[in-house]
């Protein structure tokens, strides 16, 4: 199926956009693992019908850091051995790396943007595992694909996600910034529009609507759970970016607000805690 955006720059100009549509494989599985009744041999199975996938599973679960010393060719041996956050990361990078293909744009590649994403999923997990947030799963998806907006401008108008990068490299700056400095659209709501029409759930399109929003002009009718969510996204991404795992030269602001760490009841030494463990599990991906 095609989906198409409409999507004004700021001449206001219209420029209809097709936008890709997830694997059904991933799409069947992120909904099995979402419902209530999420059962391992059913993920298995779906897993098992696109054979990047299954290779990915399998190369994660026979690495060293699963395997025990015991390779196995057995699928749901493997997603039993990763564990349903592991497959989601896979999933997930696994669709962003087959359906959004494009050459480097100055510095904004898509090996670069996956890994940056799957750093920011795993301490969001992490840190909402310490704060005991209500969905886990959220975060981890949020994590994964909070700037996919940026992919869909990138395939859509490659020439305006240049002026964009070159606008981050000249005036040292960050894509929220050179977009509202060019006055487009927020690659937030270009992620939104693309996650509506791959019917994710509402409350990971809520969070990475808002990732870039600060809490006092966020809706004020967003929950204290809801916030709490969009909080761990964008404080998981200022982490990631500040130890390295982003786009090479490019330039963001990479301290850590102790005030937010406060408010999420989170103090240094977990977040050192929280990079190592990122460290030692992204090291096979």
Not at 15 to 27: E, H, T, W, Y
Not at 75 to 99: A, D, F, H, N, P
Not at 169 to 186: M, V, Y
Request: net charge neutral; with cysteine.
């Amino acid at each position: 199926m095609e989906i198409f955006l409409n999507m004004s720059n700021e001449t206001n100009s219209q420029k209809d956009i097709k936008l890709p549509s997830i694997p059904d494989a991933v799409r069947e599985c992120l909904s099995q693992m979402y419902s209530s009744e999420a059962d391992i041999s059913k993920l298995a199975s779906l897993a098992q019908k696109d054979a990047g996938i299954t290779s990915s599973i399998l190369k994660l679960a026979n690495s060293t850091l699963y395997s025990m010393g015991q390779p196995t060719s057995d699928l749901k041996v493997g997603v039993t051995r990763i564990g349903l956050s592991s497959l989601m990361q896979i999933l997930i990078k696994y669709s962003i790396e087959k359906l959004f293909e494009f050459d480097a744009i100055d510095f904004f590649n898509v090996k670069s943007f996956t890994k940056h994403c799957s750093w920011v999923s795993q301490i969001a997990f992490e840190l909402g595992k310490l704060v005991n947030a209500a969905q886990l799963s959220d975060l981890l998806v949020a994590g994964l694909l909070h700037d996919v907006g940026l992919l869909v401008r990138a395939i859509s108008d490659k020439a305006l996600m240049k002026q964009i990068t070159e606008r981050c490299l000249r005036d040292k700056i960050d894509f929220n910034t050179a977009e509202k400095n060019l006055k487009l659209e927020s690659h937030e709501i270009l992620g939104e529009v693309l996650l509506e029409k791959w019917q994710l759930p509402a409350s990971v399109i809520l969070i990475i609507k808002y990732h870039h929003t600060e809490e006092n002009f966020r809706p004020k009718k967003l929950t204290s759970e809801q916030n709490k969510a969009i909080n761990l996204i964008s404080l998981s991404d200022t982490i990631a970016h500040r130890f390295g795992n982003a786009f090479t030269n490019y330039t963001r602001d990479t301290r850590v607000n102790t005030v937010e760490l406060d408010k999420l009841g989170i103090n240094s030494q977990d977040v050192a805690k929280v990079v190592k463990q990122a460290t030692q599990q992204l090291q096979f991906f």
